[in-house]
């Protein structure tokens, strides 16, 4: 895929991280990021089911090449194509 029409997003819902897409990256473009904001809510954690996903998996498209080789490696498909808009493409084009 050409980096300037598309770039991979992951879908935090159905990532189970197991990181196969971070050692799939040949660029080193997957970074994983721990939410501090726990603070807010721990209290709830303990007694009740909360809906938080404090680790989460982000690009850095800066090194992202749109190889695609993180998609083939995620095995629950949570990694996928996000196709940028019109306006960003002609942008980019110029």
Known sequence: MNK??????????KCIKCEKCVAACPKKAILKTIDSSCAKCIK???S???????????????????????????????IHWFKKPEK???KNKT
Not at 50 to 77: Q, T
């Open 4 to 13: 300037n029409e598309a770039v991979p997003i992951v879908n935090t819902e």
């Open 44 to 46: 709830y954690c303990i």
């Open 48 to 78: 009740m089911k909360v809906p938080c996903n404090p680790e989460h998996y982000i690009f850095c498209y800066e090194l992202c090449d749109s190889c695609g080789l993180c998609i083939s490696a995620c095995p629950v498909e949570a």
């Open 88 to 90: 960003t493409l002609k």
